[in-house]
């Protein structure tokens, strides 16, 4: 599953940069080989539940600033939702809530 989510990560930058580039015959063969590999991937937390989950695990942690994100995300990876989890997305968030 991480293969799949890297492999659909680096897709996506790629496909944005030819998008910049004006590279359209490229855009569209990174979407389509994007839509082939997501369709192995289950689908992620949604954000709601992926905000509750990171305030219910920065509680159980006790973290209190950035400084103890580490930890808040080894907690996280742990979790049996670990597998649906954007770390990306989990990270801004985290700091969002972390002073």
Not at 23 to 48: F, Q
Not at 50 to 63: F, P, R, S
Not at 71 to 84: C, D, H, T
């Amino acid at each position: 599953m991480a293969t799949f989510r890297k492999a659909v990560k680096n897709l996506t930058d790629a496909r944005n940069e030819f998008a910049k580039g004006g590279r359209a015959d490229l855009v569209a063969a990174n979407t389509t080989e994007i839509a082939i590999l997501e369709k192995y991937l289950p689908a992620g937390l949604d954000a709601a539940k992926l905000e509750a989950l990171i305030v219910e695990v920065i509680t159980a942690t006790g973290a209190t600033s950035k400084k103890e994100m580490g930890k808040v995300i080894g907690a996280l990876k742990q979790r049996p939702e670990a597998a649906l989890i954007d770390f990306g997305v989990a990270s801004k968030l985290i700091q969002a809530k972390l002073p």
